[in-house]
Nanobody, 120 residues
Framework: QVQLVESGGGLVQAGGSLRLSCAVSGSVVTVNAMGWYRQTPGNERELVAAISSGGSTDYADSVKGRFTIARDFPKNSITLQMNSLTPEDTADYYC??????????????WGQGTQVTVSS
């Protein structure tokens, strides 16, 4: 059974940084594409960053140059390094695993989410 557990969320001032982690069990991070989504109240979840099984990455325009998605092979986890945070980055962040090697369509598995709050 695949389980995704996020950690690392919290409160940070604008301009600061946070690093989210997603521990993966029941699956290996090199086999399927993985992604980070975020959601604010009343809005749909949006894809923030994704990484393919081969290591290719893609980012939402709003976070390009500020966020970095990566895999931690020894820990079988993925991370999201978030720099230069703004209040607009405030959201619940979710880790997701896709069924294929590339991101696209709806993920097959979701984590429970971690809250990120950026104060101005």
């Amino acid at each position: 059974q695949v389980q995704l557990v996020e950690s690392g969320g919290g409160l940070v001032q604008a301009g600061g940084s946070l690093r989210l982690s997603c521990a993966v069990s029941g699956s290996v991070v090199t086999v399927n594409a993985m992604g980070w989504y975020r959601q604010t109240p009343g809005n749909e979840r949006e894809l923030v960053a994704a990484i393919s099984s081969g290591g290719s990455t893609d980012y939402a325009d709003s976070v390009k140059g500020r966020f970095t998605i990566a895999r931690d092979f020894p820990k079988n986890s993925i991370t999201l390094q978030m720099n230069s945070l703004t209040p607009e980055d405030t959201a619940d962040y979710y880790c997701a695993r896709y069924s294929s090697m590339w991101w696209g369509g709806q993920p097959a598995f979701w984590g429970q989410g971690t809250q990120v709050t950026v104060s101005s």
